[in-house]
């Protein structure tokens, strides 16, 4: 066998043993919600021990270049649109004027990911948690 062939098998096997160990990612339908003062423009999560990692990026909908307060309130419901879980987080910092942009990432802790069924995100403004 070559040198070629031989890495390559040894990569494909290495890529498929890792799949098997890490198992198949589990995900759920994400709604976005938003305000006057903040837009969710994408938000996804993944399954992981003891949790979900959701994260995405919020936007200003105006040219407003100074510090927007606020967070961001994270439910994780059931198939019987129960609360199942609950967090709350900030978005990072924008960018400037020109680049409306700030990306946020949380943890939305439960006991068993599975029996979450939908995850909606919504903007709080003015205030803190």
Known sequence: MTTIHLS????????????????????VPVHLASNTDIAIVQASA?????????????????????VVPGYLHIVGRDGSSRVVATTDTHWGEFMNRRFRLAYFKAFLPVTDPSAIKEITIEPVTGQRP
């Open 46 to 66: 993944h399954a992981k021990a003891g949790g979900f990692i959701v994260g995405g990026d919020v936007r200003r909908p105006n040219s407003y270049a100074g």
């Open 8 to 27: 390559t098998a040894l990569l494909l096997t290495f890529s498929l043993c890792q799949g098997c160990a890490s198992g198949p990612e589990y995900r």
